[in-house]
């Protein structure tokens, strides 16, 4: 079974314009979140979806946002860039949205911001 | 509000030698925790979990946590370290009813040394 892959794997952009990042979850899975990773603030939640419903949001500015489709995969947007949203951008699917649920993370988008 | 400290930024080690990755969490309730690694340029891989019952967690690759209420802790060891240990481990904590978001501590980098 194919893990959750993320496209593209790495991204270049300037300030002001936008981006849309790509995720496709495992097969079979209803939940996907996504994640910010940097070095000065770690790990940070921005957002879990689940049957094309914004079920949960992390603290980020309205710039950041997603959707997800019918068959589950899911897409961010962040608009207007600002050199502070270079980041590794993870997602990472799931079968519920139980605590039990274990996260399958993907590898990432790298985002640069220039 | 829930919360994840692990103490340390970095541990080195020697091939060989015990791994201990220390983890408080600051939760008023009953919390779900987590102990996922990260290897260069890839996401997140969960190590194990704790979510109820038996209070030492055994996970994948010889880790293995322990579930201290009264100290508020969930540090992560492992026996004997070995060269492909190497990588980021981070402490996570489910919010109650949150579905797929997770808190995660700043992380920890591991070296191994031959």
């Known amino acids: 079974k194919a893990g959750v892959t993320q496209t593209p794997r790495y991204l270049i952009k300037t300030r002001g314009q936008q981006v849309t990042l790509s995720c496709s979850p495992i097969s079979g899975h209803r939940s996907v979140s996504w994640y910010q990773q940097t070095p000065g603030q770690g790990l940070q939640f921005l957002f879990e979806y689940f049957s094309e419903t914004q079920r949960n949001k992390g603290n980020f500015p309205g710039r950041f946002s997603g959707r997800q489709f019918s068959n589950s995969r899911s897409e961010m947007n962040v608009s207007t860039l600002e050199l502070g949203d270079s980041a590794l951008y993870l997602c990472?699917?799931?079968?519920?949205?139980?605590?039990?649920?274990?996260?399958?993370f993907g590898s990432g988008t790298q985002l640069s911001v220039l | 509000a829930q919360s994840v400290t692990q103490l340390g930024s970095h541990v080195s080690v020697s091939e060989g030698a015990l791994v201990l990755l220390r983890c408080n969490y600051s939760?008023?309730?009953?919390?779900?925790l987590f102990w996922y690694v990260q290897y260069p340029n890839q996401g997140l891989q969960l190590l194990l979990k704790y979510t109820t019952g038996a209070t030492l967690v055994k996970g994948i690759n010889g880790f293995e946590a322990e579930f201290k209420k009264s100290e508020t802790s969930f540090h992560l060891t492992k026996p004997s370290a070995h060269m492909s240990d190497a990588a980021e481990y981070f402490c996570a904590v489910s919010p109650y009813n949150q579905g797929g978001k997770l808190i995660f501590g700043q992380g920890t980098e591991l070296s191994v040394k031959p």
């Open positions: 990472a699917s799931s079968l519920g949205r139980g605590l039990n649920e274990k996260l399958f």
């Open positions: 939760s008023s309730v009953p919390p779900y």
